[in-house]
């Protein structure tokens, strides 16, 4: 069974940036798949970005160029770099896997981005 810890949710103002990570109690080598999803206050959860591990990556278009997803595999950890960050970005953020055909997820953190 996997487990995964966000971190690194906060208040920031709007054009600032936040790094959030992930970490695996597994190797995430060994699921070969990472991703981030939000979900805004009234909304449903939505894919922010995902990667497939040593290989491409997707963004949602409403973050393609300000969102950077990235895995360290040593340190079993995720990583999205918020940059640009913009009031509608703000919801709680969630990691996800796919292991063994099972998804898992994290317990999310929140970010709220101010005008």
């Known amino acids: 069974q996997v487990q995964l810890l966000e971190s690194g949710g906060g208040l920031v103002q709007a054009g600032g940036s936040l790094r959030l990570s992930c970490a695996a109690s597994?190797?995430?080598?060994?699921?070969?798949?990472m991703a981030w999803y939000r979900q805004a206050p009234g909304k449903q959860r939505e894919l922010v970005a995902s990667?497939?591990?040593?290989?491409?990556?997707n963004y949602a278009d409403s973050v393609k160029g300000r969102f950077t997803i990235s895995t360290d595999n040593a340190k079993n950890t995720a990583y999205l770099q918020m940059n640009s960050l913009k009031p509608e970005d703000t919801g709680v953020y969630y990691c996800?896997?796919?292991?063994?055909?099972?998804?898992?997820w994290g317990q999310g953190t929140q970010v709220t981005v101010s005008s």
């Open positions: 990667i497939i591990i040593g290989g491409s990556t």
């Open positions: 996800n896997t796919i292991y063994v055909g099972k998804a898992y």
């Open positions: 597994e190797s995430i080598f060994s699921t070969r798949f």
